[in-house]
C-alpha cells in the first residue's frame, strides 16, 4: 500500500514538472496544491509550488511556499535558491546573497543558482567575483541566453564594449526575437559610431537600468 502511495505521489510529481516546464503553470499548481492537501508535509511539492509561483511572478505565494519547504527541511536547496532570486528582485542584495550562498553549498555548480548567485554579487560592489561566477555559470550551461545577457550587461557597465558585444551577438544568435539583447547591440554599435563620451555616458547608464 506505501509502496503504491509512493508512486502515485512521485506520477503527479512527475507531470507537475512537466507542466512547468511547458509553462502550465496553473495546471501545474492545481496537481501540487491537490498533492499537498493529503500530504501538506511534502517537501518536494512545495518547492515545486514555489517555483510555479516564482515563473507567475507572485512573489508572495512562491516565499510562502519556500519557507514552508525549509520549515520542513532546511536543506532544501530550492526554498533557500526562490527566496534568494525573491530577494534580489526587492534589491535587497544582503539577504538574497546570504540565501543563494546557502543554496549553492547544499547545491554546488547548479548554473542557475550560480547565475543568480553572480548577479547578486555583482551588484554588490563585488563585481569581479560576481563576473567568475557568473562565468562559472556559463561554462556550465554556455548557451543560457539569461548568463549571456547578465554577463553582457555587467561587461557593459564596467566598459569591456567589446565582450559585451560579444556576448550579446551570442543571445541574438540563440534567440533572434530577444528585444533587450537587440537593444543593447544597438546601443554598443551606436556608441562605436559616436565619438561623443556625454552620449554613451547616457547609455551606459540606460542599460544599468534596463538590467534585470
Request: proline share 3%; net charge negative.
Amino acid at each position: 500500500m506505501g509502496s503504491s502511495q509512493d508512486d502515485q505521489t512521485m506520477s503527479v510529481l512527475e507531470e507537475a514538472e512537466r507542466l512547468k516546464i511547458s509553462c502550465k503553470h496553473e495546471e501545474s499548481i492545481v496537481l501540487l496544491e491537490g498533492l499537498l492537501s493529503s500530504d501538506p508535509g511534502n517537501v518536494a511539492a512545495l518547492e515545486e509550488l514555489a517555483d510555479n509561483e516564482l515563473s507567475m511572478e507572485r512573489y508572495d505565494r512562491a516565499v510562502t511556499a519556500a519557507k514552508q519547504a525549509i520549515a520542513l527541511d532546511n536543506k532544501s536547496y530550492m526554498g533557500h535558491y526562490i527566496l534568494g532570486v525573491v530577494a534580489s528582485l526587492n534589491e535587497d542584495w544582503p539577504a538574497s546573497h546570504e540565501e543563494l550562498q546557502l543554496a549553492n553549498s547544499i547545491r554546488p555548480n547548479n548554473p542557475e543558482i550560480l547565475r543568480c548567485l553572480g548577479w547578486v554579487l555583482y551588484n554588490s560592489e563585488k563585481r569581479v567575483q560576481g563576473v567568475v561566477t557568473l562565468e562559472r555559470s556559463l561554462n556550465l550551461d554556455p548557451e543560457n541566453t539569461l548568463t549571456l545577457s547578465d554577463l553582457g550587461v555587467c561587461y557593459f557597465q564596467m566598459r569591456n564594449f567589446t565582450k559585451a558585444r560579444s556576448l550579446f551577438e551570442q543571445v541574438v544568435n540563440l534567440d533572434p526575437e530577444n528585444s533587450r539583447a537587440k537593444e543593447c547591440l544597438d546601443m554598443i554599435c551606436s556608441m562605436h559610431a559616436d565619438s561623443s563620451k556625454r552620449p554613451q555616458d547616457a547609455r551606459v547608464s540606460k542599460i544599468s537600468e534596463d538590467a534585470a
